[in-house]
């Protein structure tokens, strides 16, 4: 009796990961995927949240399981849609489906008939010496060349920012000025690991992974006789912490990972 009584308070009590962290639920009639919305939260204003958001879709029961998840997705789409009314970039905004398949086995029809908002805060940490990354969009060297280079770990740097370590699901939202002026370059200290994705949230395979020491150009500019004395040019001032063989252009043009992510781990 007394073991029966404990599974239970663990029924109850215990957390229940994504779906206890919802920040916001919208409700829906049965079969519908549109539901009256009278206003979305304050709270909820992309100015206000340093992160993205998760949009998930549930159903309850009834239906077979292929139709439920094409109805939890369109729910999660239809709120998506107001969101992005309210300001949110598409790109911060992920979209997913559950179908009936809940968390809580214990919610009434009502309850499951709904469309959760889930906050991804952007966990990170102030950048220190021996755990930073400075992403830029300009070439990356020793000197300053107004509207072309930046130098490295510069904290003034007008077309970039040191980032520390983090899971970052946007990185208009860790490096946007880098972004702003199209990401160039890649600084990473020894120690430093950073792995970059394409798509927001992590998604899709790594695009680039870089262990620090390294410096990594945009391969757009290999040749381009602006920067033959900078970025990866022989360079003495830079060998000390970036020898040459870890400085390297980019597999592809870093324009396309604008608008990615990024994490950024370091040793200690």
Known sequence: MRLCFYFLCLLFLAPMS?????????????????????????????????GNLIVVGYTDPAGNAASNIALGLARAKFLKAQLLALGWPSERI??????E?????????????????????????????????HFSGAILGNRVVEGHISQIYDLNDPAGEMVGAGRYPDNTQAFPKAVATTFDAIAVD?????????????????????????????????????YLNSGLAPDSLLDALFPAEVRRFSSENMHLWSHGSVMVQCKD
Request: with cysteine; aromatic share 12%.
């Open 18 to 50: 994504r779906a206890q962290q919802a920040f916001w639920t919208l409700y829906f009639e049965t079969a519908s995927a549109q539901s009256p919305v009278d206003g979305l939260p304050q709270a909820l204003h992309p100015d206000s949240m340093k």
């Open 94 to 99: 992920q979209v997913e489906s559950r179908g």
């Open 190 to 226: 020894k120690g430093t690991s950073v792995i970059l994705y394409a798509e927001p949230n992590f998604g899709g395979t790594p695009v680039a992974e870089l262990k620090g020491p390294a410096v990594l150009v945009n391969t757009i500019w290999f040749g381009d006789q602006r």
């Open 101 to 133: 398949q809940h968390e809580f086995w214990a919610l009434t029809y009502p309850l499951q008939r709904k469309a959760e908002v889930v906050f991804v805060p952007m966990a990170t940490t102030s950048p220190k010496p021996g755990c930073r990354a």
